[in-house]
């Protein structure tokens, strides 16, 4: 992962982002400074959406957020806009920054009660950032409540006031903004779901902070994924290569009743640069398999552990993926322990992860003892039978932390399926995609992404950066296709996005 990417790209939590402002502070920039210039960020965005002449209402909490809030009033006001400012709490106890912000505004705090009345071509929610832990209520939820009802737009500070910037999470009323203002750096909640709906476009504003010092005081492990995380990573193949050194991939294959599933992961791995894909399917599938195109997909037939290792031995395989339409008989479960036995990097999914949920060592224990990489794809479903059963993972609200504890205890490379899917490696490192559709909700999708990453794989990328690469590529392919596309049509649109991307 490249320097400049892992700069760019850093997710914040909470309390990282306070660290952050200390650090801006301490370097010399006084706290009111970075408050008017997050304001001013406020402000702006408020005036594009409303326009000159126009009103906005602003809504303030009792804190620093409200503080960008007074600061935006301001800004606003002499702008020639008409402008209402209504702090639910009442205008009592502010502190801090948030008071001095107060006191230059220096107009009138209205109640809630004001509401009714309170004219908004645009309103602003500066309740609560990302940093609030309880649900809100009170006079608050009331607020919220108001915001969602307006049939106005809706600009948050920071966060959508109610949700988590670290988790995404909401408990209870949580406001649904138009488009949320945040400042430095994104923090993991704009990314994860329900968070990164409720917050609508995201604006990251420079305030100021002294991004090398303060990341490097921080030392963010999360990122937003993007090729600039792993295109340094990328495989590249010189003129006098060839298919071997491209890498060979295996595809675990079940009976006639599955023959689709694997075929999509092979050419999947074909299409993103592997230079051979072999399936390798129960014998009385081997007929089906030879008559299926595309021409470029070997098979031949494994009907048992002896079969597969013999294979293993005589063939020049880089990587192996199992699990799409693989079965879940006695047969599944040898070819599992065989995979993971084995020296070669993996893929599983589909079935294979009901497999090592099913078994009775545990699944993490079964792959910690692996001397190779391995890469688990679960959609909700499969993570919780493998995972949900563990107590440190079973409480946890964050997505994010989910993968972070799962790829710990399994020792394997996670990437946790989902509109939010996060990558997490088992030293720590994660990322949430950004990329994708919900014309990828169809049968097939997760099974060409699972070949996708065997792919990069076998051409020796690293599994972290390679689960990254292939959620982002599958994601902008579903983007790209759009409503209407099957799996079939993933692998296709590979090619072309590798020209964009890797030419970039």
């Not at 409303?50 to 702008?79: H, I, K, M, Q, Y």
């Not at 305030?207 to 303060?214: E, N, Q, S």
Request: some cysteine; charged content about 20%.
């Amino acid at each position: 992962m490249d320097t400049v990417g892992r700069a760019e790209l850093a997710l914040l939590t909470t309390q990282q982002m306070a660290m952050a402002d200390r650090v801006a502070i301490a370097a010399g920039t006084p706290g009111i400074e970075l408050m008017e210039r997050a304001g001013r960020a406020v402000a702006d965005a408020a005036f594009r959406r409303a326009g000159a002449g126009s009103a906005v209402t602003l809504l303030c909490g009792p804190g620093n957020n409200g503080g960008d809030g007074f600061v935006a009033a301001r800004l606003l006001r002499e702008r020639g806009l008409r402008v209402c400012v209504v702090t639910p709490g009442g205008a009592e106890g502010f502190r801090g920054d948030a008071a001095i912000a107060l006191q230059r505004w220096g107009g009138p705090a209205e109640p809630l009660s004001a509401l009714g009345s309170a004219q908004g071509d645009v309103f602003v929610d500066a309740l609560f950032g990302a940093g609030l832990v309880r649900p809100l209520s009170g006079a608050f939820a009331e607020a919220a409540a108001f915001l969602n009802n307006t049939g106005r737009p809706v600009i948050a500070v920071d966060m959508p006031s109610g949700v988590s910037g670290d988790t995404g999470q909401g408990e209870g009323v949580a406001v649904r903004a138009s488009e949320t203002v945040t400042f430095f750096r994104l923090k993991p909640g704009h990314l994860l779901q329900p968070g990164r709906s409720l917050c609508g476009p995201v604006t990251v504003a420079d305030i100021g902070i002294p991004a090398g010092v303060a990341l490097e005081a921080v030392g963010p492990t999360a990122f937003r994924n993007d090729p600039a995380l792993w295109r340094s990573a990328w495989p590249r193949h010189e003129v006098d290569t060839h298919k071997f050194r491209r890498g060979a991939v295996a595809v675990l294959a079940g009976g006639i009743a599955g023959v689709g599933a694997p075929r999509l992961g092979a050419r999947a791995a074909l299409r993103i640069g592997a230079g051979l894909a072999t399936i390798l399917c129960e014998p009385a599938a081997l007929p089906v398999h030879a008559a299926r195109g595309p021409d470029a997909l070997m098979q031949r037939a494994v009907s048992d552990r002896r079969a597969l290792e013999a294979f293993l031995e005589s063939h020049r395989i880089s990587a192996m993926l199992a699990g799409p339409a693989l079965g879940l008989g006695r047969r599944s479960e040898d070819l599992v322990r065989t995979v993971i036995r084995s020296d070669r990097p993996a893929v599983l999914d589909a079935d294979a992860l009901t497999v090592l949920a099913g078994s009775a060592e545990g699944g993490a224990c079964l792959l910690r003892g692996r001397s190779t990489e391995t890469v688990l794809t679960p959609h909700e479903g499969e993570f919780q039978r493998l995972f949900g059963k563990e107590p440190a993972i079973a409480g946890e609200p964050s997505k994010l932390a989910r993968a972070r504890k799962a790829a710990a205890l399994s020792g394997a490379v996670v990437v946790y399926k989902g509109p939010d899917t996060v990558i997490a490696g088992p030293g720590g490192c994660a990322a949430i995609n950004t990329t994708g559709s919900a014309a990828l909700a169809t049968a097939g999708a997760g099974d060409v992404l699972a070949g996708l990453i065997a792919g990069l794989l076998a051409q020796g990328m690293p599994a972290f950066e390679a689960g990254c690469a292939a959620a982002w590529l599958h994601g902008l392919a579903g983007e790209r296709l759009g409503a209407g596309l099957i799996a079939d049509d993933l692998p296709e649109a590979v090619p072309l996005l590798l020209r964009g991307i890797l030419t970039a």
